[in-house]
């Protein structure tokens, strides 16, 4: 998953470290009973417009990228994020771009939640494209929707971890 990948700066390098370590010694590094475990994400652009969709994440209570946990079996990070990205939105459009490679590795904290703990993702990021921005539609009403240019997009967001990856993101665009 990280073969050819290199960290842009020392808090990255931390995260991957952390990364390829998890996947080196669990036996299931997607297993949501672990502390640390992989997720797919992704940031979702529409290229035409310059713009990108965020998600609310009402556990956050911050707007988002979509992604999230593997379903069981699921192996790959971009195929997890290319899933929870049409559950997500209703896009059925979504396709890797302007490639699949892997944009931005980053452990990030997770609050407890009911009986669930505090607990780390492993998040490994993509980004996707749609040509149908309009068919978007949030999942369920708590999780709405927005396109945003990346400037405003970027001042939207509260975690420096997602305006780095969507820094990257308009290096792309």
Known sequence: MLEGYTARDETENADVARIREVLATAADPFAREIPLHVTGSAVIV????????LRWHQRQQAWLQV??????GETDPLVIAL?????????TDLRPWPTGDLLHAVVVPVPAKGAEPAHEHADLRYVLATGQPEAARPEKPGAPLKWLPLDEAIGAVSEDNLRETLRRVQERL
């Open 46 to 53: 529409h290229p035409e417009s310059r713009r990108v969709l």
């Open 67 to 72: 992604g999230g946990h593997g379903d069981p």
């Open 83 to 91: 899933r929870e990205g049409r559950e997500e939105t209703g896009l």
